[in-house]
């Protein structure tokens, strides 16, 4: 057997700690989901699902693994630790953050008042689980990940459920009546299901490091956008979830220099081939 093939994987550190993070947050928004739904059930508290902590708080948690999420593969690459451990580790943490916790919390708060609820919930968390096995199978033959995702990323769709269901959350707070729209919530989960499987491409923005270089103008709208969305958190993350969804259908129509400069990437250098 050839030497290399015995070698212990390395873990580095830092970008690992944050895949750590990631399903940690994922399992802690998993069990606040179960205690919520065990607090209702034995009369522990009368407070509607849509007004439980325990469903806020897993709605941030899922959330937060997404930022982890980000964090990770960017530290990997900022100091060039990018492993097939790293690749698969995190692939596993995700199916539990934005496959398991998310197919949970929507199966509980809509899908369960429908008989087959429970496929559809599966159906997402089964799309996620291929997704991300072909993501790392198209990485280990090509030598590493791909700038641009073939299909909805995973962190994504679960960023979309999470964001639309605090939506929900908020709205219902303001004494307003949501009614059978939050049903469409059913429609949105297979549709990602679809969208996760499928070959739209989506920038992975991979090339938007510590490094990345911009105008000043630019500078200061990105952060009166995140400004507007620490003050509109309710709100504002849906927003961004769905226009990065979108995304995907507008950016083939788009011109070679506009995809460009929204993704933050270097124009090709024309004597390299592009696939």
Known sequence: ??????????IYLLPNLMTAGNLFCGFAATLLIVQGTLAMETGET????????YFHLAIWLILIACIFDLLDGRLARLGGHESE?????????????????????????????FEYGWMVAFLYLLCGALRLARFNCIAAKSGGADKDFRGFPIPAAAGVIS?????????????????????LLLVLMLFLSFMMFS?????????????TKGSIPRFICIFLILIFTVQHYAWMPAVIFIAYLLYGFLRPFLSHRMRHEIEDEEEDDPQTPVE
Do not use: C, H
């Not at 057997?1 to 390395?10: A, F, H």
């Open 163 to 183: 964001s639309m269901t605090l939506f929900i959350l908020w709205w219902e707070g303001k004494n307003r009546e949501f009614g059978n729209w939050k049903y």
């Open 1 to 10: 057997m050839n030497e290399s093939q015995n070698e212990t994987p390395k």
């Open 85 to 113: 451990f790293g690749r698969e580790f995190d692939s596993l943490a995700d199916v539990i953050s934005f496959g398991v916790a998310p197919a949970m919390l929507l199966y509980k708060i809509v899908l369960q008042d």
């Open 199 to 211: 070959r739209f491409k989506y920038p992975s923005f991979k090339a938007l490091n510590w490094r």
């Open 46 to 53: 009368q407070i509607p699902y849509f007004n439980q902590t």
